[in-house]
């Protein structure tokens, strides 16, 4: 069964960190580059960023770059998203999935930017 589950979110002050996790299963996760998507409330969701197969290449929105970091560990099938200096706009439910033959998204976690 393909399977995503993000963990991590919780509530922060501006300017704080979080790091996400996602544990991908059902499919051979070395194989597939990963993205990380937000989405805030009554906004389409969108792209944070990506990740090759080999954790070697990454990309990401102008909004995160240079505050947010992803990376994989693809022994343990998971990828991470190192969120440093966040903002209030970085505010939304988090998930990952494949940007290529997507699967059944995860429930998300949520990640809450407020004093």
């Known amino acids: 069964q393909v399977q995503l589950v993000e963990s991590g979110g919780g509530l922060v002050q501006p300017g704080g960190s979080l790091r996400l996790s996602c544990v991908a299963s059902g499919f051979t996760f070395s194989n597939y580059a990963m993205s990380w998507y937000r989405q805030a409330p009554g906004k389409a969701r969108e792209v944070v960023g990506y990740?090759?197969?080999?954790?070697?290449?990454?990309n990401y929105d102008h909004s995160v770059k240079g505050r947010f970091t992803i990376s994989r560990d693809n022994a343990k099938n998971t990828v991470f998203l190192q969120m440093n200096n966040l903002k209030p706009e970085d505010a939304a439910m988090y998930y990952c999935n494949r940007p290529s033959q997507p699967v059944p998204w995860g429930q998300g976690t949520q990640v809450t930017v407020s004093s």
């Open positions: 990740i090759s197969t080999t954790g070697l290449d990454t």
